[in-house]
């Protein structure tokens, strides 16, 4: 499939793929056949199919693989063989899931599942579910089944993401809540955002921040001692990091980033990647006439190749822009996060990691 007007395949979330191969292993632990390619329904109407690249039914256990395919998005998944294997349960017990090698285990509160539960979100669960009640009445089964899910090299790959900061530990998680992934729609890092807060306050953390990079997080660590799951790799995705914690606040937020992006946010962008947003120079040499800075120095800043070249600019004539940036990131956050009560504080680095601009009126 593609996407309208992009010519990119869009793909299918590891949910997805989980929900296809329950539907292949529990028919076949039911009839004795691997149904292949195995078609499922997703919660916006479409009916994929997916052709299996494992099956094995032995010793009342039945176990179909497949091979994800996330279209045209750079996804850390992608590729990954997702199986799922079904075997009989207790009467009356429904649908149990058990975590297989390479998906995770949640270990900390602030999820939308339980600690000690298999890290497989609420919208795969109900869609395996259902590909269960329904093969359960095609074939006469009893629909009570436990389920488990698992990843080939799963835990090798969720050291790429967010897992273990969120306390999900052992493998990745099974998401999706369309069960399409469209590329570059960057949903599985926002949504690992909007958990990083949940798991944040749910450990009663009064004080986050959110960081475009490593560096970045760096700087932050050594300013305040924030334990790491206070720390959210908000990346390009300041506002929907802000829109989250408005919704869902904390005390004390730091936003911490390099003076390239954080122009942009300045200029009231939330999203910072450079194909999204583009720094603009005409604000820069707005903040140096407020900084009372010479026309000379406006122009050269109006007329500078990058943010941090203006930044240097105006450091050699000791004019601070890089805290008039941060005053700036401080008003746009303000108008995003509308009276939610919660403090804001602005780092602005350099390349280096040397802080080059603060807000003036730290939280």
């Keep these: 499939m593609s996407r309208d007007g992009t010519g990119l395949r869009r793909g299918w979330t590891t949910g997805a793929c989980a929900t296809a191969a329950t539907k292949a292993a529990y028919t076949a632990l039911l009839t004795g056949a691997f149904?292949?390619?195995?078609?499922?329904?997703?919660?916006?109407?479409?009916?994929?199919?997916?052709?299996?690249?494992?099956?094995?039914?032995?010793?009342?256990?039945?176990?179909?693989?497949?091979?994800?395919?996330?279209?045209?998005?750079?996804?850390?998944?992608?590729?990954?063989?997702?199986?799922?294997?079904?075997?009989?349960?207790?009467?009356?017990?429904?649908?149990?899931?058990?975590?297989?090698?390479?998906?995770?285990?949640?270990?900390?509160?602030?999820?939308?599942?339980?600690?000690?539960?298999?890290?497989?979100?609420?919208?795969?669960?109900?869609?395996?579910?259902?590909?269960?009640?329904?093969?359960?009445?095609?074939?006469?089964?009893?629909?009570?089944?436990?389920?488990?899910?698992?990843v080939d090299n799963g835990e090798e790959i969720a050291r790429q993401t967010w897992n273990p900061r969120l306390g999900i530990l052992g493998g990745l998680s099974i998401l999706g809540t369309t069960g399409v992934v469209v590329p570059y729609s960057c949903s599985a890092w926002i949504d690992s955002i909007r958990r990083g807060i949940d798991v944040a306050r749910a450990a009663g953390h009064q004080h986050v921040a959110g960081c475009t990079g490593s560096t970045s997080e760096r700087v932050v660590t050594q300013m305040y001692p924030l334990p790491e799951d206070a720390l959210l790799d908000m990346g390009d995705f300041v506002g929907a990091m802000l829109k989250h914690l408005r919704r869902h606040p904390v005390p004390r937020l730091t936003i911490a980033g390099g003076v390239g992006k954080l122009a942009k946010f300045a200029d009231g962008h939330l999203d910072l990647h450079s194909g999204r947003s583009q720094v603009n120079h005409e604000l820069l040499a707005a903040l140096v006439v407020d900084g009372d800075g010479s026309p000379e120095l406006v122009e050269a800043v109006r007329t500078a190749n990058t943010a941090l070249g203006a930044l240097q600019l105006c450091q050699r004539e000791g004019l601070p822009l890089g805290d008039l940036i941060a005053d700036r990131c401080l008003a746009t956050a303000d108008g995003i996060l509308r009276g939610a009560g919660i403090a804001v504080d602005i780092v602005v680095i350099d390349r280096a990691g040397t802080v080059v601009g603060r807000s003036r009126h730290p939280a």
């Design 35 to 150: 149904p292949d390619p195995v078609e499922i329904t997703l919660p916006k109407g479409q009916r994929p199919a997916f052709a299996l690249a494992v099956e094995s039914l032995a010793d009342g256990a039945a176990t179909a693989g497949i091979v994800k395919d996330a279209g045209d998005d750079p996804d850390v998944t992608h590729g990954a063989l997702i199986r799922s294997t079904v075997r009989r349960g207790e009467a009356g017990s429904g649908v149990v899931f058990r975590a297989g090698p390479g998906v995770g285990t949640v270990t900390k509160p602030g999820l939308p599942l339980a600690v000690g539960e298999p890290a497989i979100n609420p919208v795969p669960r109900q869609l395996m579910q259902g590909v269960v009640t329904e093969v359960a009445a095609a074939h006469g089964g009893s629909g009570d089944v436990v389920v488990e899910i698992s």
